[in-house]
């Protein structure tokens, strides 16, 4: 190579962080260009930083996105499609060891061939796709892969396994998912951070947290577990686990009994004030009782009650809840954020800059779905009709039990897996995995990693990182709209999602125009429409062009005379039936079935509840497999955490191996006997079933890995079907001990 002739260029691409976090961060990438003097070019990202212009991300990624060009270059991506071997039985292996390289057309014409002969044989609805949040990149998370599905008549999947209950249940009192902006923070005198680990999983909220901070705000944080967050709260209430209705009940009884509810707000902006009041000031409630119920004193209840309701009078600073979705994976977690949810109904928070709660902000996108989608695209099919619906978060027992009754339909033959990791993630792990080790079940699995899933699948392919491909974006904790420009070529033959359900339509037969769709044809549809006279009035100027060339660009929700954003504020924000905040039906506090309060603790079996954690390092169980991020999770991975007299009750020492079982399962670990979790509760971190090296908690029984999943139940919750991760109840004792 002449080296005078060869040269470097550097461009910067915007993308936009598709993993499973509210922050949705604005990421700026590097592409280095290499053209050597033969005019070949070799083209590699070579630095990832967070876009300092994004309000939100102002310039920082995470932890586990600042490694990120270590993921994407990572040794072990999967670049090529695979079969398994003949001979090689499900979960027992991955990679060359099991699979081999076969090329993008024989493993389309193979799944499609097989679709065909499976939807023939059992009907269609024998055909179930898996798919979560791997990406949440709008064409990535369901557009094409949804079009092929619904034509196919395949059963539709309720995707409930993470947010669902929540969801529901805030959409049940505001009719709408809006929230606080994370900007509004900074404005807030109290900040309650409940069953949120801002440090962990939503750390661009915390610049506005700690601005609010040096104003004077105090943060609480309600939380089990001692989070990172917690640690350096001004409080940390450790609350029982499934305990959270409970205490905000009690909370709306010391309001509403000593008159400190905003009277004039609730009377404009709420519906069933009168009812909830009756409801919530009943003995049940009173601060004692809760007490026994959450481990939090009566005084503390009564203090912080006080202190919620008064900040914001008087001209004092608000206050803001920031409450997360561990709340409600819980069996009533339904009804827990719905309690939590009317506190600033009560109050009024809702009317000052930097009051009220944030949940989810997703609402604020209201994105032509169904334009993207196509549901009706179902009664094309050979059922005529709409598919059957199978909870994702009973995965198990849809592998194992459905279809031994007949009115369930068909059992289930193939499964199509992409964008998760259920082997890994899907509750009652052990179900899980024998339904699919059947050899019946032909398993499809898009990944970008050999996965736990992966080691299940007949045929493996490889998919793309958000770096390689074009997507555009909302978020679930902030105002803004992004486009995620394609920073560099895919690796290998990795190709994104639709670009697979594109290729498998034309090998099916599909002959409507929409499977010919461009991804760019595509973001305009679900923007709402290519000259944006069809879509929503939040998206109001706002085009694909104008992304590309902007990167983001704020929602144009509405704001009041002083220019001000403040969901709730007003009647018109809600969007229920009575166009008001509404406080019935009353929540009612239940104690979860698997919790010490409940039915499964009344014969002593399993008197531990357990936290199967996510890890602070990891996104679930993506990034598990990465050294650099098993380096910063360490000191907890394959660590069960256990209070010093739980421990001491069982001849537990710190570092002992311990077996922890329920009627379910049992993993094991190493005890670290530390003070991060209240009495009663031990706690653990997800990660992938089967690695070496530091993830001591590997478990491999009769050829099959296991991680905290085996303990996990499939009961679902009280609202949306969801998983109930944070009820489970469970017995520990040293390795080697027998009962
Ligand atoms: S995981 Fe969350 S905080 Fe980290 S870069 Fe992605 S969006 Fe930002």
């Given amino acids: 190579m002449n080296r005078a002739e060869a040269r470097t260029e550097q461009r910067v691409v915007h993308a936009v962080c598709s993993h499973?976090?509210?922050?949705s961060c604005?990421?700026?990438?590097?592409?280095?260009?290499?053209?050597?003097?033969?005019?070949?070019?070799?083209?590699?990202?070579v630095k990832i930083a967070g876009d300092p212009a994004h309000p939100i991300t102002q310039g920082f990624l995470c932890g586990k996105v600042a490694k990120y060009l270590d993921r994407v270059y990572s040794p072990d991506r999967l670049l090529y499609p695979m079969r398994r071997k003949n001979g090689t039985a499900k979960g027992t292996a991955r990679g060359a060891d099991g699979f081999e390289r076969i090329s993008w057309d024989e493993a389309l014409d193979e799944i499609a061939e097989r679709l065909k002969t499976i939807a023939t044989q059992w009907g269609p609805e024998s055909i179930l796709p898996y798919s979560y949040a791997g990406t949440i990149g709008k064409l990535g998370f369901g557009s094409m892969d949804r079009r092929f599905f619904h034509r196919l008549g395949a059963s539709q999947l309720a995707r409930t396994i993470c947010s669902e209950a929540g969801g529901v249940a805030l959409k049940s009192v505001y009719g709408a998912k809006l929230g606080t902006a994370p900007e509004d923070f900074a404005h807030a005198g109290l900040v309650i951070a409940w069953g949120a680990n801002i440090h962990g999983n939503n750390i661009h909220l915390w610049p506005f947290i700690e601005d609010a901070r040096r104003m004077g705000a105090r943060l609480v944080v309600i939380d089990p577990y001692r989070t990172r967050t917690a640690a350096v709260a001004d409080e940390h209430l450790a609350i029982r686990p499934g305990t959270d209705g409970m205490l905000a009940l009690a909370m709306m009884h010391v309001i509403l009994a000593e008159n400190l509810e905003d009277r004039e707000y609730m009377s404009a902006c709420t519906a069933g004030g009168e009812e909830l009041r009756t409801h919530a000031l009943q003995a049940e409630h009173a601060p004692e009782r809760a007490a026994e119920i959450t481990g939090i004193d009566a005084e503390t209840i009564r203090r912080l009650a006080r202190e919620y309701a008064q900040a914001g009078r008087d001209g004092s600073r608000p206050a803001a809840i920031r409450l997360n979705y561990g709340t409600q994976r819980s069996e009533n977690g339904g009804t827990a954020v719905r309690a939590v949810c009317m506190l600033p109904l009560i109050t009024g928070a809702w009317k000052y800059v930097g009051g009220g709660l944030q949940l989810s902000t997703s609402g604020a996108f209201p994105w032509n779905s169904d334009a993207l989608e196509m549901p009706d695209l179902m009664k094309a099919s050979p059922l005529k009709r709409h598919a059957r619906v199978v909870n994702m978060s009973r995965l198990g027992h849809a592998l194992t039990e459905l279809g031994d009754d007949p009115n369930d339909g068909p059992t289930v033959k193939a499964l199509f897996v992409y964008n998760?990791?259920?082997?890994?993630?899907?509750?009652?792990?052990?179900?899980?995995?024998?339904?699919?080790?059947?050899e019946d079940l032909f398993t499809v699995v898009h990944e970008q990693f050999f996965t736990d899933t992966a080691e299940y699948a007949d045929i493996v392919l490889p998919s793309t990182t958000f770096l390689e491909t074009k997507d555009v974006q909302g978020a679930y904790g902030h105002f803004y709209v992004q486009m995620s420009n394609q920073a560099i070529a895919p690796l290998g033959e990795a190709r994104n999602n639709t670009?697979?359900?594109?290729?498998?339509?034309?090998?099916?037969?599909f002959t409507e125009a929409c499977f010919a769709d461009?991804?760019?044809?595509?973001i305009d549809q679900a923007l709402g429409g290519t000259s944006n006279t069809g879509g929503h009035a939040w998206f109001a100027g706002i085009t694909r062009q104008r992304l590309e060339r902007e990167g983001h660009v704020a929602m144009a929700l509405p704001r009041d005379a002083r220019g001000q954003m403040l969901p709730f504020s007003d009647a018109s924000w809600f969007g229920t039936a009575s166009g008001r905040g509404e406080l019935t039906p009353v929540p009612v506090f239940v104690p979860p079935?698997?919790?010490?309060?409940?039915?499964?603790?009344v014969d002593g079996r399993f008197p531990l509840e357990f936290l199967p954690r996510k890890a602070d390092n990891y996104m679930n169980s993506t990034f598990a497999n990465l050294p650099g991020h098993q380096k910063m999770e360490v000191a907890k991975a394959g660590m069960l955490e256990m209070h010093p007299a739980d421990a001491a009750a069982r001849q537990i020492a710190n570092g002992d191996a311990v077996e922890i079982f329920n009627a379910r399962g049992a993993v094991r670990m190493e005890a670290l006997v530390d003070g991060a979790v209240p009495q009663g509760v031990v706690a653990a971190r997800l990660g992938w079933n089967r690695l070496?090296?530091?993830?001591?908690?590997?478990?491999?029984?009769?050829?099959?890995?296991?991680?905290?999943?085996?303990?996990?139940?499939?009961r679902v919750t009280d609202m949306g079907g969801g998983a109930t991760f944070y009820s489970v109840l469970v017995e520990v004792r040293r390795a080697g001990v027998v009962a």
């Fill in 518 to 522: 461009t991804d760019d044809q595509m």
């Fill in 692 to 714: 070496g090296g530091v993830e001591a908690s590997s478990n491999v029984a009769n050829g099959a890995a296991r991680n905290v999943n085996a303990l996990t139940s499939e």
């Fill in 420 to 438: 998760s990791n259920p082997a890994a993630v899907a509750p009652n792990q052990n179900a899980v995995l024998r339904g699919m080790a059947r």
């Fill in 593 to 601: 079935v698997e919790s010490r309060g409940g039915a499964a603790a």
């Fill in 499 to 509: 670009w697979v359900f594109r290729e498998l339509a034309k090998r099916m037969g």
């Fill in 26 to 45: 604005g990421v700026l990438v590097t592409v280095e260009t290499a053209t050597g003097a033969d005019g070949g070019k070799n083209e590699r990202a």
């Fill in 20 to 23: 499973d976090c509210p922050d």
